[in-house]
Structures are given as C-alpha cells and as structure tokens.
C-alpha cells in the first residue's frame, strides 16, 4: 500500500507536463563526448517524441524527470529536468532516463520487492513502452538504463520517517523489444529478467524469484552511477563481447558474498566500486573471473588515444589496487582470475557525461599472485591476461602508450 501526499503543487506540475516535455532531453552541446553528442544530435526528434508520448501519460503519483534524484516535490521544481540523453555504459551505448516517482510506500505493508515492482509497473514499463517503438529500427541504444526514485516510510524509534529508495533497471534492446512483443506477464516477466534490476546498488527481482532464475547481465559495460546513472565509455555501437553470456557452472558467489561485501566496505575510497553494480563472478573462456566494477578518473592534463587512457587507468588506479585486493583471497581465491572492468572519465568535465573509454583488465589469479609477490612487472602481468578497451581486444604496451598515446599490436 502507498501513502501519498496531494496537493495543489502536485496539480500544477501536473498540468505543465506536455509543454515541458521538450524541456526534458538534455542538449546535444552539453554532452562532451562526440560520439555520443552526434547521437543525441541525430536522434533529437525521436527523443522529443518520447517525452511528447509519456507526457499524456497518467502516473498514479506525481513523476518527473530529474538530472538529480532523491529530491522533494518542491526542490524538483527547482532543478533540471532534462534527464534523457544518450549515455555509455559498461562498453554500450544506452538510453539513459533518470526521475522522481513522488509515491511513499510503507515499509511494513510492502516487501522491498514489492516496492521496486510498482515502481516498475508504474513508471519504468511506460517509459519504456514510450521509447522502445520509437528507437526500435534504430542502430543505438544497445541498452536501455532508468534510474528513478521513490519513497519508503518506516517507523523508528515508534516515529514515521520517510526515506529515498533508488530503482535501476538495465534492459538490453532485445529484451526490451521482447517485453514489447510479449503478450502476457510470463513473457513480460521473462524479458524484464533478461536485464539487471537494482534497489539502492542491491541486486533485485521486480518479483521473488525462485534460485534458479537470477538473470545473467547481457550488457557488458555501462558507466558509474553516483546517483543518476552516469556511464562509461564505448563505441557508438559496441561490438559483442568475447566472454560468455552462458552462467557459469556452480559459480562461487556464496562462498565469497561476505569477502566481497568486506573488500568493497573497506577499499571504495581507493577503489571507486560502482554503485548499483557490485562485483560478481562471470563466465569467460570457460573460466570463472571475479569481475570488479570500478570508476578511473584522470586530470583533464591526461587525454589522448583509447590506449594512452588505458594505460594510465591501470599505472595510476588498477594497479594500486591489485595488492589491496588479492589480500582478501590470500588463502582461498580458487576461481580463475579478476577483471578490472574500470569506466574511465576525465576529471573537472563541464556534464555528466565525461566519460572516455571503458577498459577492462580481464587477469589469471596465477600472474596477480606473482605480480603481488614481486615476480612480475606491470607490463608482464597485462601480457598475461586480456585487456578489451570498449569491447575490442587490443595489445597494450604501457611506456610506448603513454608516451605517444599508442599501443603496437
């Protein structure tokens, strides 16, 4: 059950929503990435006939778009609402739509899954029933990515306190493209499981799910969300990933659930973890990785080619980590490696949209206990492993990288 507030302020946002709705979509020149800003440019009617669609459209509670979330009806008349733009995001080009829901449910009456879920219902499904049409013969987004707020009541200390609560949902085009073809709640169910679901950076099922249904993330790399879900770095088009997007058998996320939990409470100030998507093991080669989402920042001194970027993503910010991180599989650590899978952004950019290229570090535990143990050099250990800067495999000579911004192959 939800508990909500009407008022007269609530009225009038209401009834100036269809000619806000151009007011919606941030502008081509305030996105710095070129391919993204070309995106944006080339894809601006379809944008505006998004929000043109959603803005006859009823939401049981007040809903606006917002660049900022968690903010109270009244601050949001006061902010940016132009939230949708194209974005990146673990190596994909998605969609991005960030907004206030300003419905209150009650903690006692609703489950956690119960609250994402009518936030879904409610919000997320007719976004995405507006958007998906429009965008359906076009080449971009790979994916789609909503971020909205709600609000959940709970009594402490025998007093109502009313508190934010954030939804992601991650959605592949395809599967996107399903639930709009689907014909019942199984086949919506089915295609919405095909993504990845967040409640505050916790993962989640808009329904309770039974163990063998947790969804395997298709999307290979976005970008880092602090609270709207700012992306990493890709090509317009990603290329497919080469790891597998088959599960991995008998995968160990039990047995290492509390010594991740530990490793991100202890090193996120140095490790920058991404938000709403916490380490887990992927399937790769046949192997079991431990993949560990992470934001690089540069000073804005620092730009130059993909492999220049890459390079010192991984002397200035991977490679501080690695020693961090192995101390925490000291005695155990019997899957087969780590990816550092690091959204790479340029720091003191003028938006949001700053980030430069998704790298990732995809390293056989062998070559990290060497590389920690002195063994290795920083270029050995990269000779070891697999490096993929937006999806692609590339070479990667670190001193020649950074001093002319190029990696042989």
Known sequence: MRINRPSLFSAILASAFVWQATAQVLAPAEITDPEMRALQESHLDDLHAITTALGGHHYPYHFSFSRKLDLTERDQERNDRRSIQFDRFQGKVVLKITGNYFAAYSAERMTKEERAGRTWQDVMLPILQAAVPVLERAQAPDAFALEISHHVIRKVMGVDTESPENVVLILPKASAQRLMDARDEAGRKAAVLEGAAYLNGVPISFWPAAPHEVPTVQVSSLKSVTAPINTPAAPAVAPASPRSAVPISKPPEAEYHDTI?????????????????????????????????????????????????????????????????????????????????????????????????????????????????????????????????????????????????????
Do not use: C, W
């Open 261 to 409: 939990a530990r490793m991100v409470k202890d090193l996120d100030s140095q490790a920058h973890f991404v938000p709403y998507a916490p380490p887990s093991f992927m399937a790769f080669r046949g192997g079991q990785y431990l993949e560990i989402p992470i934001t690089t920042s540069l000073p804005v001194s620092d730009p130059g080619s993909q492999y220049k970027l890459a390079a010192l993503a991984f002397d200035l910010h991977v490679a501080h980590l690695i020693r961090a991180v192995i101390a925490y599989f000291k005695d155990t650590g019997d899957f087969t490696g780590i990816n550092f899978s690091t959204s790479v952004r340029l720091a003191g950019a003028r938006t949001e949209s700053e980030i430069s290229q998704a790298v990732e570090f995809i390293l056989p535990m062998s070559a990290l206990r060497s590389y920690v143990d002195f063994d290795l050099t920083g270029q050995q250990l990269i000779n070891a492993g697999i490096v993929l800067i937006n999806g692609e495999r590339v070479g990667l000579d670190l001193q020649t990288a950074e001093a002319y911004g190029r990696s042989p192959e």
